[in-house]
């Protein structure tokens, strides 16, 4: 069905995999049109708890597809107009989809191709994984919302650091500054991500996403706006089955079983 990712549920996970090996999972047009098309049957999908962004062969992503671009329509390409009908419109509907979306990065992650996975809400990444902000080594600013995930997960001067000097960090570096959640070896990588996210698949959903979008509102508002929203919340979940599981299974003093609902 699709031509340049691939996609698949399993364990009530959707996994959404960048499948342009042959050019590091470089997004262009027809890649973002399929993943915004995956990712909005996966937000659909009553089935699907939690959603998997990886890519397929030697890396993540390199990021934007520089090579599909002829040197002659650089100069009069409109990058704006570009990114508002791609990465735009993906990173939005990313954040507004009230399921855990996870980025299971290995190889390099560069460029939009970063950007993409911190608009992911937790990263677990191979050790042998490598991270850059490469955009200024082209003469452009970061884009793929990394003006709005960069400074909010690293801090305001280390943003600036990997933006304007466009370095490359090691997955050991990436999880000191809090790139990514976790690292692990490189032959655990593939069972690791997958146990991740199942997990998260198990939790219960509708707290999930509540927490997701009452985080993002934070950043826009004031302390009594927030506590506001954890009221709406925790109104909602606590007539959940979740919650009625998780109270049974709390004095039955054992696991619970959520279910989502």
Do not use: W
Not at 12 to 30: C, D, H, S
Not at 112 to 137: H, N, P, Q, T
Not at 149 to 167: H, K, N, Q, T, Y
Not at 216 to 245: K, N, P, W
């Amino acid at each position: 069905m699709y031509k340049t990712i691939l996609f698949e549920k399993s364990n009530q996970m959707a996994i959404i995999a960048l499948n342009r090996p042959e050019v590091m999972n470089a997004f262009n047009v027809e890649m973002h049109e399929e993943v915004y098309d995956a990712l909005n049957k996966a937000a659909e999908d009553v089935d699907v708890r939690c959603i998997v962004f990886r890519g397929n062969g030697k890396g993540f992503s390199s990021g934007a597809d520089l090579k599909s671009i002829s040197r002659e329509d650089v100069a009069s390409l409109d990058h704006g107009t570009y990114l508002k009908n791609t990465y735009n419109r993906l990173l939005l509907r990313m954040a507004e989809i009230e399921k855990p979306i996870i980025g299971a990065l290995h190889g390099p992650v560069f460029g939009a191709g970063l950007g993409v996975a911190l608009a992911c809400d937790l990263r677990i990444a191979a050790a042998s994984s490598s991270y850059s902000m490469a955009f200024i080594k082209i003469g452009l600013i970061p884009d793929a919302g990394s003006h709005f995930f960069l400074p909010r997960i690293v801090g305001l001067s280390r943003a600036m650091e990997l933006a304007m000097l466009g370095d490359t960090l090691t997955s050991e570096e990436a999880l000191r500054l809090g790139l990514v959640n976790k690292v692990v070896p490189d032959e655990e990588f593939e069972q690791a991500a997958q146990a991740y996210a199942f997990r998260l698949a198990q939790s219960p959903t509708q707290a999930l996403g509540l927490i997701k979008k009452n985080m993002y509102m934070s950043f826009e508002s004031d302390l009594a706006t927030v506590l506001e929203a954890e009221v709406r919340g925790q109104s909602i979940c606590g007539r959940s089955r979740d919650h009625q599981e998780g109270v049974t299974a709390f004095f039955e003093k054992r696991r619970p079983n959520f279910t989502g609902k």
